[in-house]
């Protein structure tokens, strides 16, 4: 059974940097492309950045280019995100995703299997 766990989250100011981790057990992590998701209270799980199993290649939402940069570690099993220059408009709930079906990144959550619980950022003006 795949599971994943998001650590990292917590309070910052806006202009602060935060990483979060997330860390893939039960299976093989090198069959996964991976991603981070947001939410916030009554809006749809939003897509972030995710990352292409089949060619190593990120795709960022738009509004993330610059500020965020989502790496992989094939040993740890492990993704990180670097979240620099935080905005209020940051603050959510943000999840880590998987799937082995594709090897491309798709931005509907729908594509994707595994989720972990969630972490949640909050950034202050």
């Known amino acids: 059974q795949v599971q994943l766990v998001e650590s990292g989250g917590g309070l910052v100011q806006a202009g602060d940097s935060l990483r979060l981790s997330c860390i893939l057990s039960g299976d093989t992590f090198t069959r996964y492309s991976m991603a981070w998701f947001r939410q916030t209270p009554g809006q749809q799980r939003e897509f972030v950045v995710g990352?292409?199993?089949?060619?190593?290649?990120?795709r960022s939402a738009d509004f993330v280019k610059g500020r965020f940069t989502m790496s992989r570690d094939d040993l740890k099993n492990t993704v990180d995100l670097q979240m620099n220059g935080l905005k209020p408009d940051d603050t959510a709930i943000y999840f880590c995703?998987?799937?082995?079906?594709?090897?491309?990144?798709?931005?509907?959550?729908?594509?994707?299997?595994?989720w972990g619980q969630g972490t949640q950022v909050t950034v202050s003006s």
């Open positions: 995703a998987a799937d082995s079906r594709w090897g491309a990144v798709f931005l509907s959550p729908n594509y994707w299997t595994y």
């Open positions: 990352i292409s199993v089949s060619n190593g290649n990120t």
